[in-house]
């Protein structure tokens, strides 16, 4: 019940943000469609831990801007390959393993492997990721790898 | 600002868009298309700071959900030939 | 003292992102195949129009211009990799080799005119 509130909450901010109008028809309209549209995902059986996870938006905010550091980092040494006059790439194929529990924290994992340039997930089946990276030594496909320890902790406990 | 910015967003699009022509394969293309969306959705913003009107924003938004849509759209056609094929990639279905 | 910090702030983000763009794009043309170029294409997606967006916001201020700015660079930042992945796992499927250093002899050019792969 808690989170289908919060799911019309987000939806209607939503709305207000997009239509910026504040006039009683407009209100009106965004309450009623929110409503159906909140009303449909209930019946549907989609509103659940993993379409609205308001359990990763507290730990969420101190893992974006750790990603986002990364995804520069990794951004000025893809630029230096690309720049540099003979092309040092290396490409294989590495195999990671995820040490998260649900799917969604698979799913944040393989998002984050693949956001990050040098590194694109291909595949995944169950805990293990199939990863192409564009320099073999500089990946760690292994489960200590900072990110996978992140987003194992991102999850929490009890997931 | 906004002009050398728009430029140099110009001069990437075309890049890609070679990219498109030479190929060689299909996905190299799907990739570029993908990419150049990308690039028009940051263009269609930066022209609506150049022209003082921020309400390309929208527009910006609308073609950010309509790029992803169409790149789905196109590797699911181009690996099903059809569109309303379901369930699982030829790997799955190979037993992979 | 914000009054002259944040226009060159704005500059510096706008340009860096257009260099991050034009070198991706320009890897995207020089890198040898198909998964290695998705690497290139990654780097315009996340750096470049990322660093131009929050250029943009830096210039607006704080309004409802920056609100839709970032929405449009939180829809970018989730589907960029759904789609990287996307095309990723098709060209797998359809049973392109990935270009590694032993099998192309042929130097950067390797991956180039086998046209492996497609339907």
């Known amino acids: 019940m808690n989170r289908i509130l919060w799911l019309w909450g987000i939806l209607f901010g939503l709305w207000l943000l997009l239509s910026y109008h504040f006039e009683w028809l407009f209100l009106v309209f965004g309450t009623a469609t929110c409503t159906v549209a ?13 379409s609205v996870p308001l359990h990763l938006v507290r730990r969420g905010a101190l893992y974006v801007p750790w ?15 690309i720049l540099s006059p003979r092309l040092r790439v290396d490409p294989s194929i590495v195999h990671f393993r995820a040490s998260q529990r649900t799917d969604l924290g698979r ?31 500089e990946v760690d496909g292994s489960e200590e790898n900072d990110m996978n320890r992140r987003v194992a902790a991102l999850e929490g406990e009890g997931a | 600002m906004f002009a050398v910015t728009a430029a140099a967003l110009l001069v990437a699009m075309c890049l890609a868009m070679c990219r498109a022509l030479l190929g060689p394969t299909a996905y190299d293309r799907v990739l570029a298309l993908n990419n150049i969306g990308t690039k028009t959705v940051v263009l269609i913003a930066v022209l609506g700071f150049l022209n003082g009107r921020p309400d390309f924003l929208d527009l910006a938004l609308a073609y950010a959900l309509i790029n992803f849509i169409g ?26 | 003292m914000m009054e002259q910090v944040l226009p060159v702030l704005t500059w510096v983000l706008l340009l860096s992102g257009a260099f991050f763009l034009v070198t991706g794009a320009l890897g995207m043309v020089r890198l040898p195949d198909v998964f290695t170029r998705m690497h ?26 920056t609100m839709r700015l970032l929405l ?13 992945h996307a095309v990723a796992k098709a060209a797998l499927a359809a049973g392109t080799e990935p270009y590694t ?14 046209g492996g792969g497609a339907p």
Do not use: Q
Not at chain 1, 38 to 47: P, S, T
Not at chain 1, 67 to 81: C, D, Y
Not at chain 3, 46 to 57: D, E, K, N, P, S
């Open chain 1, 38 to 50: 909140v009303l449909v995902a209930a019946r549907m059986g989609i509103v659940d831990r993993e």
């Open chain 1, 67 to 81: 990603l986002v550091w990364e995804i520069l980092k990794s951004n000025v040494r893809v630029a230096g390959i």
């Open chain 3, 101 to 114: 250093l032993g099998a192309g002899e042929g130097g950067a050019d390797g991956g180039e005119g086998e």
């Open chain 1, 107 to 137: 799913f944040i994992y393989a998002n984050s492997i693949t956001l990050t340039p040098g590194t694109v997930t291909t595949g995944i089946v169950a805990d293990d990721l199939e990863v192409h990276a564009i320099v073999r030594e």
């Open chain 3, 72 to 84: 449009v660079l939180a829809f970018l930042w989730f589907t960029a990799p759904i789609a990287t």
């Open chain 2, 71 to 96: 790149t789905i759209a196109v590797l699911k056609y181009i690996e099903y030939g059809d569109l309303g094929a379901g369930g699982g990639t030829s790997r799955d279905r190979a037993g992979g």
């Open chain 3, 40 to 65: 290139a294409a990654g780097m315009t997606d996340t750096m470049g129009a990322g660093l131009i967006l929050v250029g943009l916001c830096l210039h607006s201020g704080v309004n409802l211009v």
